[in-house]
Every structure is written in C-alpha cells, then in structure tokens.
C-alpha cells in the first residue's frame, strides 16, 4: 500500500511520531487514520511522495522533498519580512492574582489552574488594565449578568 518513500517520511517525520499509520490493513484505513492525525504537512508529504502521484523513483521523492523545502523556506522569508498587524496589540491587560501554599512554584501554578478551572469556584475577581486610557479596573464576575 505504502511506497518506500512514503514509509521513510512517516519513519523520520517527528521522529516518528505517526509510524502507527503503518499498522492501517488498507488505503481507506491509512487514510483516515492520517486525517486523525490532524497533521496537514505530513498529510501533503504523504501524498507528494505517492505512486498516485507518480512517485516512482528515489530522484523524483528527493526532488520534490527539494522543491517543497525551497518553496517552505520562501514562505518563512516572507512572513518574517511581515510586520505584525495594529490588532495584535492587547487592548487589556488581565491578571487574577491568588495568594496559595505550595511546595514548588510549578504546584503553585497548577493549584491555582485548578481553581481557575473549577466551575464553582469563587475566585471571581480581576484586575484589568486597558492600554488606551491607562485606567485600571477591578472587575467581580461572581455576580456579572453580562
């Protein structure tokens, strides 16, 4: 079912993360196994490097793996020449600030995740500071209606 070339990029890619996808008994299991995997990129080497696709011999994978690395490296050089847009600036500044004992700071951190994600929890309280005017405001959500 799967090409040479294709077994090489699933056996390298991310260190072989996805080498599972060899366990697929046919071409319709492969397949939706890979779109499980949510990986576009591996998806588009996969399908560039297919018989399908005329992927026939070693020179035809190595030059279009070439092409995709030329044409990927472009891509970047561009979006680095990209400044960023006036809307990725915050507008506000929000932190939730609660006092907890912890052996590390990292338990610390994941207690005060917990409470944060506790749809009971009473910590409620937030200091927001809005970049446009400067002000800083304490909001309560306890009771917010909206």
Not at 9 to 24: D, K, S
Not at 33 to 50: N, P, T, V, Y
Not at 74 to 93: D, F, G, I, K, W
Not at 112 to 141: C, K, W
Request: aromatic residues 6%; charged residues 25%.
């Amino acid at each position: 079912m799967l090409n040479p070339f294709e077994r090489a990029a699933i056996q390298a890619y991310r260190r072989g993360q996805y080498t599972h996808l060899f366990e697929a008994a046919d071409k319709p299991t492969f397949d939706a196994a890979l779109d499980d995997c949510g990986d576009a990129l591996l998806a588009f080497i996969l399908r560039d490097l297919s018989t399908e696709e005329d992927c026939d011999t070693l020179d035809a994978a190595i030059n279009r793996m070439t092409t995709a690395q030329a044409d990927l490296t472009t891509v970047l050089q561009a979006l680095r020449r990209t400044p960023c847009p006036p809307s990725a600036n915050p507008e506000h500044n929000v932190t939730w600030t609660i006092d907890i004992n912890a052996d590390t700071p990292r338990e610390a951190a994941r207690q005060a995740l917990d409470i944060q994600r506790d749809p009971f929890s009473t910590a409620t309280m937030f200091t927001v500071y809005e970049h446009r005017t400067g002000q800083t405001h304490q909001i309560d959500l306890e009771n917010d209606d909206g």
